[in-house]
């Protein structure tokens, strides 16, 4: 049996990971060892063939013994940890979800229902560090993987809503601890008009002693349109990622452009997407719902009217589950080659935790 190491598994995507591992018995094929960078000593999560204690994430000998190493710890320990290894001459495989290696040569950005060939050709190849994409890119090309396959698309535009939870544990947290301080603060005031509620509970949420450490702003009751740095370009670093990662997955030999605006919203979970779309050509609607419903097992298509938009494709109605609803498909009023379409993902499970479950059954096999 393969020794696999897990890093970050006690955080968003890392507790997704487990559960689903749980629920397909991969723990039934390998000797899982699970490692934190806080809970060294204490007692490990019970899976079968588990190691009954947490190891230190940063003990390199201990990882060295590891054929395959899982994280969802975030950038700065791959930054650190993975170059030590490699360093020492460490020969296993690297599975990530951070963004760190996803444009490394050495590195090949997996999306098992999108790229799935490519994997399985780089793992012959001798590739060994395996990274899971951005999850908005990730999810937008599960949602239009039809259109992609069929070579139908000239660039898109994207502007994305994006949750809470996409920012990690404590971000999420943060956004209840907003949405609790508000709620404890204002239902004593019922007799306040509108607009007076409006000016008090504005003035409130832009008080220091908001709660907003992590984000550094109100999410609550606002948005933040800026996500990640800042690039040079004027893009927000998620910005950036959309064009350069979804080339990267889709291996193009020419480069799609795909550029937006991405947005943070008081969502818990899943990110919705906004998209426009310039085909190629003009194309009839029917042929582009089969396409788009027809290309992989997770994609569902929800027809263009009210009563299921508002049922089908929202943040509420897909958290935890694998399936990726894309609707709002609608020719625009720009000219017959503009698509307008709205998608919605677990941005915790095909955005994340999914991919790498994915490679992993791949490295196993
Ligand atoms: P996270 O929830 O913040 O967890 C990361 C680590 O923080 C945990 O493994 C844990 O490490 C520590 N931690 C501190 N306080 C915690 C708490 N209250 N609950 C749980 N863990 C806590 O990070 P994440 O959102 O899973 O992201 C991990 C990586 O995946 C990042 O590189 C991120 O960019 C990427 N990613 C995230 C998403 C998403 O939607 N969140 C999507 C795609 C990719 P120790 O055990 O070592 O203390």
Request: charged residues 20%.
């Amino acid at each position: 049996m393969k020794k696999v190491g897990f890093i970050g598994w006690r955080g968003m995507v890392g507790s997704v990971l487990m559960d689903r591992m749980r629920e397909e018995n991969d723990f039934n094929l390998i000797e899982s060892y699970f490692y934190s960078t806080s809970k060294g000593g204490e007692l490990a999560p019970v899976v079968p063939n588990g190691s009954p204690k947490i190891l230190s994430a940063m003990n390199i000998s201990e990882l060295l013994g590891m054929d395959i190493i899982v994280t969802c710890q975030g950038g700065e320990f791959t930054s650190e940890m993975h170059p030590l290894l490699r360093n020492e001459g460490w020969k296993g495989f690297w599975v990530d979800a951070a963004s760190t290696l996803r444009m490394k040569d050495s590195s090949v950005i997996v999306l098992d229902p999108v790229n799935r060939h490519i994997v399985e050709q780089s793992i012959r190849n001798g590739v060994k560090d395996f990274v899971g994409g951005n999850c908005t890119v990730s999810l937008m090309l599960i949602a239009l993987h039809g259109l992609f396959k069929e070579g139908l698309i000239e660039w898109i535009s994207s502007m994305t809503y994006q949750a809470a939870s996409g920012a990690g544990a404590k971000n999420m947290l943060e956004l209840l601890a907003q949405m609790e301080a508000v709620g404890k603060t204002f239902s004593k005031s019922p007799s306040l008009g509108a607009l007076e509620m409006e000016k008090e509970v504005n003035h409130f949420i832009r008080q220091d002693e908001f709660p907003k450490s992590n984000f550094g702003h109100p999410l609550a009751l606002n948005l933040l349109p800026w996500i990640d740095s800042e690039m040079p370009n004027g893009q927000s670093k998620e910005e950036w990622k959309a064009q350069v990662e979804a080339n990267k997955i889709l291996q193009t030999s020419q480069v799609i452009p795909i550029d937006g605006t991405c947005v943070r919203v008081g969502a818990l979970r899943c990110h919705s997407q906004a998209l426009t779309i310039k085909l190629k050509k003009s194309v009839d609607l029917n042929t582009i719902e089969s396409l788009i419903a027809g290309a992989n097992n997770w994609v569902k298509l929800v027809p263009n009217n009210k009563l299921e938009t508002l049922s089908k494709l929202t943040p509420s109605a897909i958290s935890g589950k694998l399936e990726i609803p894309i609707g709002r498909v609608r020719k625009m009023s720009l000219g017959d080659e503009y698509l307008n379409a709205f998608t919605c993902g677990d941005q915790l499970l095909w955005g994340a935790a999914e991919p790498l479950r994915c490679v992993l059954r791949n490295l196993l096999d």
